[in-house]
């Protein structure tokens, strides 16, 4: 069984990241790729209604048994350079209604791999979910007549093997965002926070998942395999990065579990 999640974005302007799936294919040991037949595409997702947890099914697949690696995902997108399409299979959508077409490099035709190991059993299923980072993935570039770019960051999960993180923040400052960002333990560093130079990247850039907390002051971090996570806490003001608030150390994720984890923003100073 294959299915499709997301990571939000950090803006409350972006209201929609919707991608149309034309083809699957699966990268078998003989270094081959092989395209799921019982994919009924095109089919078209809102990555946004994909959040903290929701995911869709995408299908289920019969593969031989043995491991797997990565994942292919061949989507109806523009090229970069094309003439701007009318009806884009993958476009962002903001606040105000407007759309804007997500354009793909040159050369990204033949699709975006999902990586990560999972096995199948000869004689039995395995749950995989396709985590399309959205905060990673689209990029804007130029101002006066922006346009904006898809570069999917896409990893697997074996659903059986994540947990998550839960919880409410408190004491957060009138008018300002919250971010939370989930690191392996001891991979953040400080440097990170900064506006990186390279337009096709975004800050945070190794961060495994993010949330943002919404309106009840309540946070959820989806689909993160077993382990330790530094949790980086951070400020927006009106969409934009603010400042890093502090740092939650050595959160523990256990599979198939919800860690409860509270954050008072006064007690980060």
Not at 123 to 133: K, L, M, Q, Y
């Amino acid at each position: 069984m294959l299915s499709i999640t997301d990571a939000p974005v950090d803006s409350s302007d972006v209201t929609g990241v919707f991608i149309t799936i034309n083809e699957i294919q699966v990268h078998t040991s003989d270094d081959d790729w092989v395209i799921m037949e019982d994919f009924e595409g095109p089919e078209t997702f809102n990555l946004l209604d994909l959040t903290r947890g929701e995911s869709d099914l995408l299908g289920g697949f019969e593969l031989e048994g043995g491991s797997y690696t990565q994942i292919r995902f061949i989507l109806d997108a523009p090229v970069l350079g094309t003439v701007k399409p009318v009806n884009p299979g993958c476009y962002i959508e903001f606040k105000d209604g407007s759309t804007h077409p997500l354009f793909v490099p040159s050369g990204s035709e033949s699709g975006f791999k999902g990586v990560g190991n999972f096995n199948v059993p000869g004689n039995g299923t395995v749950e995989i979910t396709a985590d399309f980072n959205v905060r990673k993935s689209v990029h804007k570039t130029g101002s006066a007549s922006p346009r904006y770019i898809l570069r999917p960051v896409i990893r697997l999960i074996v659903d059986n093997e994540a947990g998550s993180i839960h919880g409410n923040v408190t004491n957060i400052p009138e008018d300002t965002g919250i971010v939370i960002y989930a690191y392996e333990d001891g991979i953040y560093q400080p440097e990170e926070a900064d506006e990186p130079a390279d337009t096709t990247l975004s800050r945070f850039p190794n961060a495994v998942s993010s949330d943002r907390v919404d309106s009840l002051g309540v946070y959820h971090i989806a689909y993160l395999a077993a382990g330790n996570y530094d949790l980086i806490v951070t400020s927006l003001n009106e969409s934009t990065f603010s400042e890093v608030l502090g740092i939650i150390e050595d959160v523990t994720v256990e599979s198939r579990k919800t860690t409860h984890q509270d954050i008072d923003i006064e007690a980060l100073k």
